[in-house]
T-cell receptor, first 111, second 119 residues
Framework: KQEVTQIPAALSVPEGENLVLNCSFTDSAIYNLQWFRQDPGKGLTSLLLIQSSQREQTSGRLNASLDKSSGRSTLYIAASQPGDSATYLCAVQYNFNKFYFGSGTKLNVKP | GAVVSQHPSRVICKSGTSVKIECRSLDFQATTMFWYRQFPKQSLMLMATSNEGSKATYEQGVEKDKFLINHASLTLSTLTVTSAHPEDSSFYIC???????????????FGPGTRLLVL
């Protein structure tokens, strides 16, 4: 059974701090892994997509890594800002169709 | 980027009534759309996969007679919650899969979600 776990469930940091969000998955035969951002009551915004053949992806202050052998991915946020406050979701795809989502990490960046 | 819209964004209904939620791909054709459900403080869970012109495929534990899905065109899929009950109150999100010109990569784009509250 494919399961996706995110740690921590919630995180509160002061503005400017660098932080790491963790995602682990039980089945390493993934198609790709994607990090999303979800604002309260809103849909999902895709942040970074890592194909199974890739090790990491970067976009601005965000860097996501993928280690398939250990079943782990991390999302690194540099120089955090209050606008980064949201819930971050990790999702794993094993084929074209289904995403398996983690329960998310709720991030609060304090001014 | 590709845009997926949902309507309504929020709906409140009485127990026993039916509610229809629309999911539209605004600037692309989506051969496949997906419906997810998210209960408070829980993960998004796939409910069903909808292919244009064919019957939807439901995930285990999702009642197909209660959650009716129609994917009548390449830009529209609808989810109807029939005889809604308070336990159906949730956040429903759709996504649409778009194929690139080369057909080598498929990406899913998510709608903004519909919050359903059944009284």
């Amino acid at each position: 059974k494919q399961e996706v776990t995110q740690i921590p469930a919630a995180l509160s940091v002061p503005e400017g701090e660098n932080l790491v969000l963790n995602c682990s998955f039980t089945d390493s035969a993934i198609y790709n892994l994607q990090w999303f951002r979800q604002d309260p009551g809103k849909g999902l915004t895709s942040l970074l997509l890592i194909q199974s053949s890739q090790r990491e992806q970067t976009s601005g202050r965000l860097n996501a890594s993928l280690d398939k052998s250990s079943g782990r991915s991390t999302l690194y946020i540099a120089a955090s800002q209050p606008g980064d406050s949201a819930t971050y979701l990790c999702a794993v795809q094993y084929n074209f169709n289904k995403f398996y989502f983690g329960s998310g990490t709720k991030l609060n960046v304090k001014p | 980027g590709a845009v997926v819209s949902q309507h309504p964004s929020r709906v409140i209904c009485k127990s026993g009534t039916s509610v229809k939620i629309e999911c539209r791909s605004l600037d692309f054709q989506a051969t496949t759309m997906f419906w997810y459900r998210q209960f408070p403080k829980q993960s998004l869970m796939l409910m069903a996969t909808s292919n244009e012109g064919s019957k939807a495929t439901y995930e285990q534990g999702v009642e197909k007679d209660k959650f009716l899905i129609n994917h009548a065109s390449l830009t529209l899929s609808t989810l109807t919650v029939t005889s809604a009950h308070p336990e159906d109150s949730s956040f429903y999100i759709c996504s649409a899969r778009v194929r690139t010109v080369t057909g080598s990569q498929e990406t899913q784009y998510f709608g903004p979600g519909t919050r359903l509250l059944v009284l």
